[in-house]
């Protein structure tokens, strides 16, 4: 997996580089007045999916015991940090966070556009489009074999998941290059706009598709639809049933069938008044008594949301050799794309249209220039965000900077929840004696990597490896004078159960047992220096709203410098500033 992103992130900055990216002028950074710097290394701790839980039931990190945290809570500088939404560039607070936005934000300390403004930008400017991308092999492939274009996704500009702008931007593109015919399945919205606004929407649709069709050189039709909480658009493994309808109706084109999207929503409304369109049941276009749009061997899909996690069920349906979940029957062999990465941990989907953002001026290149010794550590799981990520979606390393990897177990995660651990300790405590570094970066993968499992009881194990080795750091800077900064990239671990969005209380089966949760979560994360010598005096700033993305002027102010002007607030003070 970490070669498969270092590959696509030298796609994607060469693009930035095709397209004409501004060049910049690196400003070295000054050496601060108040405070020269410790005598032992800055470590910045990164605890993956350790975050700050809503109820004491759903969090497996209060339920595990940590001794080392807990003290750190009540005698280091602590605060509470975002780690999700618009804090780390993506469009809407109820956006959980990601590892790779998160390490964006913690490398670069300013917020970059991610998800729908990155999306909007790419189709505007054409780089969605440009050169060698995946839009040309999905284009290129239909033309090839006459066969067939499919667009699935949410048909709103609500713009939390999807845009219909987009939409309609891609189905020009493909007009202009040729592809004669497009099937869109269309999932219909009603949660993120207006619950009943259905028809704007298929009015504006079908009048935009009987445009593009007038000249007689296209056949661009709706192919088969329904209820975005009806359909395929699960999340969180909470009910492959709908998966399995979607999968019915877009592939097989198996239901009830319409003469148009207009029909079938005004029939469904017809039959059950007051229905809301998030539950609209599926439909699925006929002409002549068969069904438009099937989706066969040799075509290619694209699913158009830019939003992760009502997206990586269908997308697995699709991608995967074998599934478990439902019995999906044959699958066909079609190219599948989505707008969008949708989890970085599992490199899903294969191929996607939209790159990372192309990021300059990151902690590590100032670092670099200022003659700052660095070490980024992690197994396997999180190397590529210790080091490609953190580095801005750069796979080169700076010249001041060491690499090192400790190669993950090939197990499963709850089969071996203390992962590497403690390996990835010995190295950073080896480091800290050593002298040979003034900063340090490491990513313990355990929360995030095991709290997607779902299996509580590794995940209490996993937690409580972190909290462990958290100590033995804090041990080596005990001895050696230096400062550690702790903090998370989002959380997980955090949040294991399902709640109630109005009550917070934990949603039950019908055993009575919490629904379990793997996702990410919307939670805060600690915001943590430790400074056993107190060399740097130092304070918690008056930060408002602080993020991840202050982390970077953080760590740059205790190695003694002044951070960029436009980095994200430190959340410190140091030396005479703090009395």
């Known amino acids: 997996m970490k070669m498969m992103l270092l590959v696509r992130g030298e796609v994607g900055i060469l693009e930035a580089v095709l397209l004409g990216k501004q060049e910049f ?45 807990n003290w750190l809570h009540e005698n280091a500088l602590y605060t509470e940090l975002r780690a999700h939404g618009v804090a780390v560039g993506l469009p809407d607070d109820g956006d959980m966070g990601n590892s790779e ?109 009987k445009e593009l069709n007038a000249d007689g050189a296209v056949d661009y039709c709706v192919a088969s639809g329904g209820g975005r909480m009806n359909i395929t658009m699960d999340r969180y493994d909470a009910n492959w049933d709908m998966v399995k309808r979607g999968w019915a109706t877009h592939v097989k084109a198996e239901g009830r069938m319409f003469a148009s999207m207009k029909a079938a929503v005004e029939t469904f409304r017809r039959e059950k008044p007051g229905i809301l369109d998030q539950d609209l049941p599926p439909f699925v276009i006929e002409r002549a008594g068969a069904p438009v749009g099937p989706i066969v061997d040799g075509d290619s899909v694209i699913f158009f949301n830019f939003r992760g996690d009502r997206s990586l069920e269908i997308t697995k349906a699709f991608e995967a050799d074998e599934l478990k979940e439902f019995d999906r029957g044959p699958k066909p062999d079609v190219l599948y794309a989505g707008m969008m990465q949708y989890d970085g941990d599992l490199g899903v989907p294969a191929r996607y249209l939209v790159t ?67 390996e990835i300790t010995d190295a950073v405590v080896q480091a800290i004696e050593s002298g040979d570094y003034k900063f340090i970066r490491l990513n313990f993968p355990n929360g995030d ?77 600690p915001g943590i220096v430790y400074d056993p010598s107190g060399t740097a005096n130092a304070c918690l700033a008056d930060v408002q709203g602080a993020g991840i993305a202050n982390l970077a002027a953080t760590c740059i102010t205790l190695l003694g410098f002044e951070p960029p002007e436009d980095y994200a607030r430190s959340l410190v003070k140091v030396g005479q500033a703090c009395g």
């Not at 020269?36 to 339920?63: C, F, H, R, T």
């Not at 969005?501 to 805060?524: F, I, Y």
């Open 25 to 69: 002028e690196m400003i070295e950074l000054k050496k601060s007045k108040d405070f020269a710097g410790p005598e032992g290394p800055v470590v910045l701790v990164i605890m993956d999916g350790v975050g700050i839980g809503k109820n004491p039931d759903s969090d497996y990190v209060k339920q595990a015991e940590t001794p080392n945290l």
């Open 101 to 209: 936005v998160g390490h964006n934000a913690i490398g670069c300390g300013r917020v970059f556009e991610q998800g729908a403004a990155l999306v909007g930008k790419a189709i505007a400017s054409g780089a969605m489009y440009a050169g060698d991308s995946v839009w040309h092999e999905l284009i290129s492939n239909v033309n090839k074999r006459s066969s067939t274009l499919h667009f699935i996704g949410l048909l709103s500009d609500g713009n939390v998941h999807s845009n219909l702008n987009h939409l309609e931007s891609m189905l020009r593109k493909a007009k202009e290059q040729g592809v004669k015919k497009a099937r869109i399945h269309a999932l219909i919205d009603g949660r993120d706009v207006p619950p009943t606004s259905a028809l704007e929407y298929v009015e504006r649709f079908e009048a935009f598709l």
């Open 356 to 422: 990372p953002p192309a990021i300059d001026r990151t902690m590590s290149e100032y670092l670099s220039n200022a003659g700052v010794k660095q070490l980024a550590i992690s197994e396997t799981q999180k190397f590529g965000h210790m080091t490609y990520f953190f580095n801005g979606n750069n796979s080169g390393k700076f010249p001041t900077e060491t690499w090192k990897e400790i190669p993950s177990d090939v197990c499963p995660f709850e089969d071996a929840p203390r992962m590497k651990a403690d």
């Open 449 to 525: 990597m095991v709290g997607h499992t779902g299996v509580v009881s590794a995940v209490k194990l996993a937690v409580e490896a972190v909290d462990e080795n958290v100590g033995r750091i804090m041990d080596a800077l005990n001895k050696t004078g230096g400062i550690m900064v702790c903090s998370a990239d989002h959380g997980n671990a955090d949040d294991m159960c399902e709640l109630d969005k109005k009550t917070g209380a934990l949603v039950l089966d019908e055993q009575g047992r919490c629904k379990p949760k793997t996702a990410h979560s919307l939670n805060p994360v």
